[in-house]
């Protein structure tokens, strides 16, 4: 196996990193009150230590009360998070890695199970979280309006504290997802609408404000998905067209890189191509792509929180689409979060030492 290609370096605006391998997005709730603590820091900077190309940090969200439904959940927003967030770019800089934060707004939400909720309602297109489901407020527009201010400010936040880049979580059914989910937004206003091209509109005004607060340098990405959690064989975009006319407006609107999100990397998107998600994006588009979904494992991530384990797979199938050119970057997850230094040994050769993935993993930051 012949991962030399996987190890060349990447430049695009703001962004220079070392290799192609991008640390995934993972939730840890590891930060009281949204604070990031030494910890958090600790763990990132082992991840920049441990050779990862690009980290992407855990969804952080942005300055609404209703953000978030879980108190340890890390917020982009507030004095000490902010400090918090400056330990932890100090770290990954001096480890000699690049980091982006991944601004979030979660929109409705089932409660969280520990008992905790936002002082205010959860918020929503249509206070819906999935077909049938109320638990939340519809969006007033100035609701929407200072929503998408919080979104600029917390990039301008990233920026000014030296991260690299910014991503924009617009996957796996929260709020941007919902805007573009005609299952949770039955608007009729100007943010509604019968088409997915017409259900953008929240996602290319999120994104418009985000690059006017950024600037024309700065790199943006933005994680899409095309399954929810309550609906594994969703399709927003049944067709290539229909995925066209979704991230065309996307990329008009200011995307450098398309975060694509698959629960398996190898799944052809559409009849008569074996391109994944990231492949036709970065077709339709011309936009850097990042594929992500169960790389080095056996099994996909829903999974893990169901108790099932994983272990280590080969890349041979992941290098092939990758040196045909489908996509730029890889993310991956799971392995990194059990394993900080899973990048070295990928590039060594080490396969033998590779580590299976527990859901243990996901209770304890692993140094």
């Not at 993972?26 to 603590?37: A, E, H, L, Q, W």
């Not at 799944?267 to 080095?296: C, H, Q, Y």
């Not at 899973?342 to 033998?352: F, H, L, P, S």
């Amino acid at each position: 196996m012949n991962t030399d290609s996987l190890f060349s370096p990447f430049s695009l605006k703001s962004l220079n990193i070392k290799n192609r391998i991008v640390m995934a997005p993972m939730t840890r709730s590891f930060s009281p009150n949204g604070v990031p603590t030494a910890d958090v820091a600790a763990y990132y900077r082992k991840r920049a230590e441990g050779e990862v190309g690009l980290i992407l940090s855990e969804g952080t969200v942005i300055n609404r009360v209703s953000s978030s439904n879980d108190a340890n959940v890390p917020h982009f927003y507030g004095t000490e998070a902010l400090a918090g967030w400056q330990n932890v770019i100090n770290g990954v800089h001096t480890a000699g890695g690049a980091m982006g934060p991944q601004i979030w707004h979660m929109g409705i939400m089932d409660n969280h199970h520990s008992g905790w909720v936002p002082s205010q309602p959860f918020e929503g297109p249509s206070g819906l979280n999935r077909p049938g489901n109320n638990n939340g407020n519809t969006m007033t527009d100035s609701d929407i309006a200072d929503t998408i201010a919080a979104f600029g400010q917390a990039a301008a936040d990233a920026k000014s504290l030296g991260f690299d880049c910014v991503e924009i979580h617009g996957a796996h059914g929260y709020l941007i997802d919902q805007f573009f989910w005609d299952g949770t937004n039955e608007r009729t206003d100007a943010f509604g609408g019968k088409t997915l091209s017409e259900r953008t509109r929240f996602g290319v005004e999120v994104i418009k404000e985000v690059r006017r607060r950024v600037g024309d340098d700065f790199a943006v990405i933005i994680r899409l998905s095309q399954f929810k959690p309550s609906a594994y064989d969703n399709k927003l975009a049944a067709t290539p067209a229909e995925m066209e006319a979704w991230l065309s407006p996307l990329a008009d609107a200011g995307i450098d890189i398309f975060h694509c999100s698959q629960r398996r990397f190898w799944e052809p998107e559409f009849e008569g191509s074996d391109l994944n998600f990231a492949g036709w994006a970065k077709k339709l588009t011309g936009k850097a792509t990042i594929t992500v979904g169960s790389v080095g494992l056996t099994g996909e991530f829903m999974a893990a929180f169901r108790g099932e384990s994983s272990q280590p797979s080969s890349l041979d199938e992941l290098l092939r689409r990758f040196d045909r050119g489908d996509f730029d970057l890889v993310g991956v997850g799971r392995p990194l979060l059990a394993d900080p230094f899973w990048v070295n040994k990928i590039r060594e050769g080490r396969t033998d030492e590779l580590k299976g993935f527990t859901t243990a993993a996901l209770g304890e930051l692993v140094m």
